[in-house]
């Protein structure tokens, strides 16, 4: 079956724009996260949503990200005003329920801002 | 500094040889759990261990749970190349956090 999807799967920017990366979670899956990994540093959890609660926004580095996740599936983080601190792989993992156990991760998506 | 300390950062080892990843944490660990991620695909999930003196195997692959010592170590016997990648170890917070990970090359 499908696994996670991420799109696009590269994207570069010029400092100072916006842009939007989307996750397509395995259907039925009820919690979606987003994490980011910068060059030489671990996983950094940006947001958490489950089900139709109020997501956990605890992790977002600063009011420049938002993520959104319509009708209990498709989320998409957006990023404004782009800067080159930025740039990194955003990963999305779906999971079915609240457990962390059986986490599933998409492929990433490359972010350069120049 | 991180949370989470692994060691070693990188690892070359020959085809066939044993070897160990290390994670070490600054807190207590209420819950450890293991990743591999290979270039250009997403993180894997490989297992989690929960309680002190846990040891869970998959494959060729085990891990433990030293609490006491607030360290999981990741074993892999007879290497193999399938197992080259990078390996990342996480824990439970009030969200997850990971370590920088630990890159993997075995030689045939």
């Known amino acids: 079956g499908a696994g996670v999807s991420q799109s696009p799967s590269n994207k570069v920017t010029e400092k100072g724009k916006d842009v939007e990366l989307r996750c397509d979670p395995i259907s039925g899956h009820t919690a979606l996260y987003w994490y980011r990994q910068s060059l030489g540093q671990g996983l950094e959890f940006l947001i958490y949503f489950q089900g139709n609660s109020a997501p956990d926004k605890s992790g977002l580095p600063s009011d420049r990200f938002s993520a959104e996740r319509t009708g209990g599936s498709v989320s998409t983080l957006t990023i404004q005003r782009t800067q080159q601190e930025d740039s990194a792989v955003y990963l999305c993992a779906s999971t079915p329920d609240r457990g962390r156990e059986t986490q599933y991760f998409g492929p990433g998506t490359r972010l350069l801002v120049l | 500094s991180q949370e989470l300390e692994q060691s070693p950062q990188s690892l070359i080892v020959q085809e066939g040889k044993n070897l160990t990843i290390n994670c070490t944490s600054s807190k207590t660990l209420y819950g450890l759990y293991w990743y591999k991620q290979k270039y250009g695909e997403g993180l894997i999930f490989l297992m989690m261990?929960?309680?002190?003196?846990e040891e869970k195997s998959h494959e060729k692959i085990t891990a433990k749970l030293d609490e006491k010592k607030q360290q999981s170590s990741l074993h892999i016997t007879a290497s193999q190349p399938s197992h080259a990648g990078i390996y990342l170890c996480g824990a439970e917070r009030d969200k997850l956090v990971f370590g920088a990970g630990t890159i993997l090359r075995v030689k045939s």
């Open positions: 261990l929960q309680k002190g003196g």
